[in-house]
Antibody, heavy 118, light 110 residues
Framework: EVQLVESGGGLVQPGGSLRLSCVAS????????MSWVRRAPGKGLEWVSV???????YYADSVKGRFTISRDNSKNTLYLQMNSLRAEDTAVYYC????????????WGQGTLVTVSS | NFMLTQPHSVSESPGKTVTISCTGS????????VQWYQQRPGSAPTTVIY?????PSGVPDRFSGSIDSSSNSASLTISGLKTEDEADYYC?????????FGGGTKLTVL
């Protein structure tokens, strides 16, 4: 079954760091475009970052310079390294496969909650 | 930057039909495909429409999508509303290495 499972969320102080993981099943992370999307409390979905199968990476302006997307092909796992965290980064973070050419998200993981608070 | 605008909320009675709009800020919304996602509280988003008007397997044909180039907008129509359709709905498109979501529409079925 095609599936994504995130982990790594938790409570972190402002200015701190956290690394999220997303393990894929039944397809390869390296052979697909993979993305992170978040939803802050009371707000809508926001695209965060993408890594292409060729390795190129792109970020939303709100996280550029603070977040880094990467993957470990041997573990079939996607990562999001989040540094210099701010209160406004508090959200449920979802990983998702990007359907190439048509650019839509499928499937999605179940999400992992990141709370940035002192 | 390209943006998608949705109504904040809509409500309708069970059995009726509701349409949620998604308007592009610039250019042509028809230049890239539009998707629609449903998100119930506490759950991950799921796709109800992809590539403007395609339904994933398992999504009932009560859900349909369309594009209107004259108004630069996309629409999601849900007919025969059921209480289980109550959720947040998001449109989504692409703008050159940037994926864009509408602000979301809360659908209340009452």
């Amino acid at each position: 079954e095609v599936q994504l499972v995130e982990s790594g969320g938790g409570l972190v102080q402002p200015g701190g760091s956290l690394r999220l993981s997303c393990v894929a099943s039944a397809f390869t992370v390296s052979g697909n475009y993979m993305s992170w999307v978040r939803r802050a409390p009371g707000k809508g979905l926001e695209w965060v970052s993408v890594i292409y199968s060729g390795g190129s990476t792109y970020y939303a302006d709100s996280v550029k310079g603070r977040f880094t997307i990467s993957r470990d092909n041997s573990k079939n796992t996607l990562y999001l390294q989040m540094n210099s965290l701010r209160a406004e980064d508090t959200a449920v973070y979802y990983c998702a496969r990007v359907r190439t050419v048509t650019n839509w998200f499928d499937p999605w993981g179940q999400g992992t909650l990141v709370t940035v608070s002192s | 930057n390209f943006m998608l605008t949705q109504p904040h909320s809509v409500s309708e009675s069970p059995g009726k039909t509701v349409t949620i709009s998604c308007t592009g800020s610039s250019g042509s919304i028809a230049s890239n495909y539009v998707q629609w996602y449903q998100q119930r509280p506490g759950s991950a988003p799921t796709t109800v429409i992809y590539e403007d008007d395609q339904r994933p397997s398992g999504v009932p044909d009560r859900f349909s999508g369309s594009i209107d180039s004259s108004s630069n907008s996309a629409s999601l129509t849900i007919s025969g509303l059921k209480t289980e359709d109550e959720a947040d709905y998001y449109c989504q498109s692409y703008d050159g290495n940037n994926w864009v979501f509408g602000g979301g529409t809360k659908l209340t079925v009452l």
